[in-house]
């Protein structure tokens, strides 16, 4: 395998160009890297559908679709309360950003460059979204004491689009892969 070296455990070190480019036959070196990078790029799309909505609701309507606003789960009093912000700005306004730059640096034609600070920004970026989720959701729970369905929706994205850069992530940036199957 040109491009790689392979040391007494089985381990392989790919080059991020080995891993992000077909090899000269024209042959996919890794299938699987594309798949993540597409998984990746839909999470993303789905994240920017997800925090349209909830940036759309929260300039325009009281109700949201499809949350009851009753008992503990009520979108409503999740989004209207005063963790809704942060320094004034709508959390579902940054969401929407996050997506929308994540939706950039997950893109076929971004995905397939092998510059490792792509790599190292889409895992940056992650690290910091899924770092805020956690603290969205504390909020929710343990501050306002009522879940928004709409808001869960965005953190399993998170929490999913984070999962697949792990997967990607190491071989992007030219890590140690173990192929042995272990």
């Known amino acids: 395998m040109s491009g790689s070296s392979r040391d007494e455990a089985g381990t392989t070190t790919l080059s991020p160009a080995h891993v992000l480019e077909p090899d000269a036959a024209g042959v996919e070196a890794l299938p699987a890297a594309r798949r993540v990078g597409l998984s990746a790029f839909a999470l993303s799309l789905i994240g920017v559908g997800l925090s349209t909505y909830m940036t759309i609701a929260h300039f325009t ?70 770092l805020f989720v956690f603290w969205l959701i504390a909020a929710e729970i343990l501050i306002i004491g009522h879940v928004c369905l709409w808001c869960t929706g965005v953190h399993v994205v998170m929490i999913a689009l984070v999962l697949v850069l792990t997967r990607a992530t190491p071989a992007q940036l030219g890590l140690r892969v173990d192929e042995s199957g272990d």
């Open 61 to 130: 309507e009281v109700t949201i679709l499809a949350c009851s606003g009753r008992g503990e789960l009520s979108c409503t009093a999740v989004t209207t309360s005063p963790q809704s912000r942060v320094f004034g700005i709508p959390v579902a306004l940054l969401g929407l950003g996050f997506f929308v730059v994540m939706s950039i640096l997950s893109s076929p034609p971004v995905w397939r460059r092998s510059a490792r600070w792509l790599a190292l920004s889409r895992t940056a970026l992650a690290a910091a979204g899924l």
